[in-house]
Structure formats: C-alpha cells, structure tokens
C-alpha cells in the first residue's frame, strides 16, 4: 500500500509560479498511474492532470493546458506539477492520487485508490 505526501504549496501572486510535489513511500511507484486533483473553497474536486506509470503518457484540464505541466522521477518516487502563469481562480488544495495499472491515468478521482492529505494553492495579490 503507497502512502503520498504532498508539498510546496504556498502563496503566490498572480501570474507567478509554484511547484508542487508528491512524495509516495510503500507499494511499487513505478506500477501507479498518478494524477492531480484540486478543491476549491464550495467547489467539487476536479481533475487537474494526470500521467502514466511510464510518464510517457500525459493528460490536463482545458483550464490549465499550456500553464502546468506534470512529470514523474520514478527512481525518487516523487510526482510533480509545474505550475506557471497561475490565476486567482487556481487557488485551490491540491491532492495527488495513485493507482496501481498498467493503463494510463484516470480522469475521475473513482479511478484512483490513495490519496495525499492536500497542499493548499492560494494565488493572490
């Protein structure tokens, strides 16, 4: 079983960049596909972006495709996203999911078996 921890949320001003991080530790990294799920203050969770256990396969939301990218460093069993040119309408908490599969990334959070506690994304001025 894969226990994920995220990191590097914080404040930023708009239109700056943050990255957040999501360490796993348990289970075999290398197996899971993972993604990046964010809630906002009233608002469902929503997809945010996703990758394969290979990383060769990538997937976003229309609302940040072209601002954030995510990546994977299987050997450091760490997920990213790079987060640039971010809006107010980003400030969210950020959650990283996994799930065993040989299939790329899911899109719905009933995809994904564990999940990390949450970093909080406040983009404001």
């Known amino acids: 079983q894969v226990q994920l921890v995220e990191s590097g949320g914080g404040l930023v001003q708009p239109g700056g960049s943050l990255r957040v991080s999501c360490a796993a530790s348990?289970?075999?990294?290398?197996?899971?596909?993972m993604g990046w799920f964010r809630q906002a203050p009233g608002k469902e969770r929503e997809f945010v972006a996703g990758?394969?256990?290979?990383?060769?396969?990538?997937g976003y939301a229309d609302s940040v495709k072209g601002r954030f990218t995510i990546s994977r460093d299987n050997a450091k069993k760490t997920m990213y996203l790079q987060m640039n040119g971010l809006k107010p309408e980003d400030t969210a908490v950020y959650y990283c999911?996994?799930?065993?599969?040989?299939?790329?990334?899911?899109?719905?959070?009933?995809?994904?078996?564990?999940w990390g506690q949450g970093t909080q994304v406040t983009v404001s001025s």
């Open positions: 999911a996994a799930q065993p599969t040989p299939n790329s990334y899911y899109t719905s959070q009933r995809g994904y078996n564990y």
């Open positions: 990758i394969s256990w290979n990383g060769r396969t990538t």
């Open positions: 348990g289970g075999t990294f290398s197996s899971y596909a």
